[in-house]
C-alpha cells in the first residue's frame, strides 16, 4: 500500500510538483490497476485527471498566446471588405480589389488659407486644381493619412485620394504564388505585390479622377511608388511631394541644371573623342607600320576581353537567376510567414512608437488604426509575398537604379523630414534634394517619421506655401513651358 500512500500525496500536493511527476502517476496508476483496492482506484484515477486537466490548461495557455498577434485575435479573421469605414470605397484594379478613401473640397468648409485676401485665394484654388493622391508607406494605410486628406482638399480644390497598396491595409490578400503556378505561364498575371503595379494602380488613380495629371505625395516607401510613378508617365505628374522619402540618396551629388543631363554630356564628350581618333587617325594613314601592328593588336585584345566581359556577365546574370530562385522559394514556404507572424508580434507595437518623436501622443485610436490589417485574412501570407517581390524583382533590372535618375526629375518637387526621424534620418532626405535639381527641403522641429500625424498644422502649411509658389508664383509660367 506504500505506492497507494505515495499517489494519495500526490494527488493532494499536485499544485505544488513539477509536470515531469504526472508522468509518474500515470505509470503508478497502470501497476496499480492489479494491486490495490477499488478506492486505491479512485484516488489514482483522481490524479490521472488532474494531471489531464494541467496539461490541457497549458496547451490551451499556449494556444491562446499563439492566437493573438500584437494583440489581435487571429482566430476570428474577415474578408477586408467587413472591416471598411463608412467613407471606404473598394475598385477592382487587374484582379485585386483595391481599398481607397476619396476626399473632395467642400466650398462651404473652413479653408486653412483664408487668413489670404480673398482675391489672392481664390486665383490660387483656379490655379491648382490638380487632385492630389497619397501613397502611405511600409506598415501603414489609408488611416495614415486621415487627419490631412479634408484639409489637402481644401488646399487644392480638388479631389484627394489615398489607396491602400496590395499587402497593406483592407486591399484584398491575392495568393500570386496559385496564380503564377507552371499551368498558367502563358497568361501570368502582374505579381500585385510588385512595385510595377503600384505604379499601374497609382496611374489607374488618376485615370479614375478623370485628370490628365495628378500631385502624387508619397511618405517613406510610398515615396519610392511616387517616383517610379513619374518615371513611367512624367506627363501625368503635376508635382512630387515625399515625405520622410525612403529613397537612399546618392553620395556624391553632380551639380547639373535642367536641360543639361550628365548622360548627354557625356555622351558628346564621347562623340568628340571619336571624332579626335578618327581625325588622328586620317592623318596617320603614312605611320610606321609596327606602330599599325601594335594598333591591330590592342583593337584585338579590347575584342577578346569584351568577349570574357559578356561570358561573364551571362554566367553572373544565371547564378543570379538561380539565387532569386532559392530566395523566392525560402521566403514563401511555411517558415517565412511563422518569421513574419513572430516579427509584427514582438516588433510591430514597438516600431509604431518608436516612428513618433513624442510616443506619448499614441492614443488606442492610433494603435488600432495600424494594427486593423491584422485582421484581414492572408495578411501574413500577403507580407510574405510583398517581401518576396520586393527583394527578387526583375522587372526593374532593365532600368537604370532610381538613384542614378533623380537628376533626371524635372517637375516640382517637395521633401519633408522631420528632425528626430529615427527610422529614415533627416541627413538622408537632405542629400537627396541636393540630388533632385530645383526641389525644396523642409524641416519640422521636434517630429519624428510621420509629420502628416504628428505635426498636422507644420506639415499643411509647408504643402501650401509649396503649391502656392509652383502653380500661384511667378515661377509658374515658366513651369508651363517646361512641361
Known sequence: MSGVVQLASQVFHVNNFPHQLFSEVAESKIFL??????????????????ADYYGQWVDAKTKQKRRRIAGIDQDELLDPTLLADPDSC?????????????????????NPLENQAPSQLANQTKIIGFPMILLHGFGASVFSWNR????LAQVTGSKVLAFDRPAFGLTSRVNFLEQSSPSYQDTRPLNPYSMAFSVLA???FI??????????????????????????????????????????????VCKVTKGNRLLKV????????????????????HENPFIRVCKILSKFSKYIVRAIAQMMKRTANMLNSLYKKALSAILRSAFAVMLVRMIIDRFGIAAIR?????????????????TKPLRT??????????TAAMLTDSTSESKLPLVKRLDEISCPVLIITGDNDRLVPSWNAERLSRAIPGSCFEVIKHCGHLPHEERVEEFLTIVEKFLQKVFSGPEKQGMQGAS
Open 354 to 370: 518608436n516612428a513618433w518623436h513624442d510616443s506619448s501622443q499614441i492614443t488606442d485610436h492610433v494603435l488600432y488604426g495600424y
Open 33 to 50: 490497476l492489479h494491486s490495490t483496492p477499488k478506492h486505491a482506484l479512485l484516488q489514482a484515477a483522481s490524479a490521472s485527471s488532474a
Open 266 to 285: 557625356e555622351g558628346n564628350q564621347l562623340g568628340r573623342d571619336d571624332q579626335i581618333q578618327e581625325g588622328s587617325s586620317n592623318s596617320n594613314i
Open 202 to 204: 497609382t496611374l489607374g
Open 148 to 151: 490631412v486628406m479634408k484639409p
Open 377 to 386: 485574412k492572408g495578411w501574413d501570407r500577403a507580407l510574405v509575398e510583398y
Open 90 to 110: 473598394f475598385c477592382e484594379f487587374k484582379g485585386v480589389t483595391i481599398h481607397h478613401k476619396v476626399c473632395d473640397a467642400d466650398p462651404q468648409a473652413h
Open 207 to 252: 485615370d479614375l479622377l478623370a485628370a490628365d495629371k495628378a500631385i502624387l505625395v508619397g511618405h517613406s516607401a510610398g515615396s519610392i511608388v511616387a517616383v517610379n510613378s513619374y518615371f513611367e508617365a512624367p506627363e501625368r505628374v503635376a508635382a512630387l511631394i515625399l515625405v520622410a522619402p525612403a529613397i537612399l540618396a546618392p553620395l556624391s
